[in-house]
């Protein structure tokens, strides 16, 4: 079974950075994508990044492009998203989210439910 942990949330005030991590583990199929999701207070949970575990492609929702790397460390197992002048709106409940993949899915578009998620770390940007 897949298993996913976020780590690195905190409080930052407008304009700072965080860096957040996945560490997976559990991962038996040959193919995963592994995305990163929000969900702020009164607000639908959205996709914000996500990576294919063995192609090098990256895609993010339209309000982070820009601001937000997400990256790899294959080595560890372990997904970041860096995360650089925070706004307000920013703040949420980021969590990381997996599914198997096939060799060339696209992992921002495919219709396959994301069915492995972390607990969640929170984000808080002050204005």
């Known amino acids: 079974q897949v298993q996913l942990v976020e780590s690195g949330g905190g409080s930052v005030q407008a304009g700072g950075s965080l860096r957040l991590s996945c560490a997976a583990s559990?991962?038996?199929?040959?193919?995963?994508?592994v995305g990163w999701f929000r969900q702020a207070p009164g607000s639908e949970r959205e996709g914000v990044a996500a990576?294919?575990?063995?192609?090098?492609?990256?895609e993010y929702t339209d309000s982070v492009k820009g601001r937000f790397t997400l990256s790899r460390d294959n080595a560890k197992n372990i997904v970041y998203l860096q995360m650089s002048n925070l706004i307000p709106d920013d703040t949420a409940m980021y969590y990381c989210?997996?599914?198997?993949?096939?060799?060339?899915?696209?992992?921002?578009?495919?219709?396959?439910?994301?069915?492995?998620w972390g607990q969640g770390t929170q984000v808080t940007v002050s204005s």
């Open positions: 990576v294919h575990t063995t192609r090098n492609l990256t």
């Open positions: 989210a997996a599914h198997w993949a096939f060799r060339d899915g696209n992992c921002f578009t495919s219709p396959v439910p994301y069915d492995y």
């Open positions: 559990g991962f038996s199929a040959a193919h995963y994508c």
